[in-house]
């Protein structure tokens, strides 16, 4: 529990810092929690429970001293696409599905912890990340823009939403008052975004609420508000669901986790890194998990850190997660002692500061750098996009996953390999297709293979090995496999190894290996290859493995 941690080392000095950033963040977290749980089909109030209860357990729980945790919108599509086909329209069942959502991510954040697995999002390349986050930006923000009409529709999905949306404009449902309310808190949001001083999202949603309220907007033109919210704090609750939705909430349990922990992953990464900290990976699996955990059993649903609300605790100060218990607490006298402040927030408004935070995930700048260097990469990245934009965000992190493990696999599936020869002028022995006039030594073909040898590529190998015996300039008494790069081996590759050396020695060929690393050595012993390669079939150096040929052979380097 690296907060206890934190707390025995605590300076009296920082408690001022913390509470007044604390504050500062309260006024962040109340809008923006709300706006959040609107847009995850659940009552607005639940937003506000999955803010307070996450705070305080990763104060405790959690490795960093600054990240903030609550409702996100990156989630938002996830939960929506679970939450709104189950619920039926009933926001008590909706509660439940998402806490159901919420304490499958967290149970599995917590075991991948536990079982040092926090390095598994690193598997996810950037431009997969770029195109999935994407995706999700434009799903989130298109399912924004019905409330922002002022505009009820029951669509689910991006195309879905759009063809609702374009039937009620032609049919006249908009209620222009709502989208003039809208517009206006997005752009006062966008405006103040840059400001440090003036708390953009605050100022935008508190003046439409109170324009609102004093207007009388809500019964006078039909604007759509948050109304009463319950009085008091969240109750413990078992968040139980029927055997039809176990499989949804499952697999949007496990969407959230991977997404929620790319994400804190990378902004712990880059405070801890500012701040000249270091964070276990997988005390923040823990730390994530065990929010998540809490926030399932009291009310809320699935959080994650956030990009937006991590920094206005910064500039406000922050030195500790004190900050982030100062800020539950205010929420937590919020909600004991004046509910009804928050009465006449108007959906519009609510809208806007989701629509603000999905304009902020879009990674556009970054791609186009990804198109000039690697334009696979980048095509990799509009299929992810796409996947998540028309498949609908769960079945569309389902393909970034297999897209990734694809490319994954291709980088080992179909490696680089190379013959080598000697170039005049030039240290070592290099490939013979970058330097054609390189120095191929009689009888000895070198051949470098630019991967790990495992099942995908055993036979590729096999197959370039022989080619390049059957491509020799001279007759082949000796293939030497320049191993440095083979990291690992698996018995599909080592079973190769045995055909291929007695393929090789039928022919009178010596097959051996030089800077091959002493754990895949290791492995080939555990194989049970010792006997088809003993010890004088590997060499510490390429050196050494031409020195031991020509010395075979009664020649010398310069002679060969």
Known sequence: MPGLQTLRDYKISWLGQDVVAGLVLATMLVPVGIAYAVASGLPGIAGLYATIVPLLVYAIVGPSRILVLGPDSALAAVILGVVLPL?????????????????????????????????VTELLSKPIRYGYMNGIALTVLISQLPKLLGISTDATGPLRNLWAMGQAILAGKVNWMSFAIGIATLAVILLLRGSKRVPGILVAVIGAAVLVGVFDLADRFGVAILGSVPQGLPAFTLPLIGLDDIVPVLLGGFAVALVSFADTSVLSRSYAARMGAKVDPNQEMIGLGAANL???????????????????????????QLTGVVGAASIAVLLMFAPDLLRTLPNAALAAVVIASAIGLFEIADLKRIYRIQRWEFWLSIACFVGVAVLGPIPGIGLAIVIAIIEFLWDGWRPYYAVLGRPDGIAGYHDVTRYPDARRIRGLVLFRWDAPLFFANAELFRERVLAAVASSPTEVRWVVVTAAPVTSIDVTAADVLIELDE?????????????????????????????????????????????????????????A
């Open 87 to 119: 619920s039926l329209g009933d926001p008590q069942r909706a509660i439940v599905l998402a806490g159901a959502m919420a304490l499958v991510s967290g149970a599995v954040l917590v075991l991948a912890g536990l079982g040092r697995l926090g390095f």
């Open 294 to 320: 809490a926030t399932g059993f009291f009310q809320g649903f699935p959080i994650s850190s956030s990009s937006s609300r991590t920094p206005v605790a910064e500039a406000a100060g922050a030195r500790t």
């Open 503 to 559: 393929t090789l020695r039928a022919r009178g060929i010596d097959f051996c290996f030089a800077e091959l690393k002493d754990p895949v050595k290791d492995k080939l012993k555990r194989f049970g290859l010792s006997a088809q390669f003993d010890e004088g079939h590997f060499f510490p150096t390429i050196d050494s493995a031409v020195a031991c040929y020509l010395g075979s052979r009664g020649k010398d380097l310069d002679n």
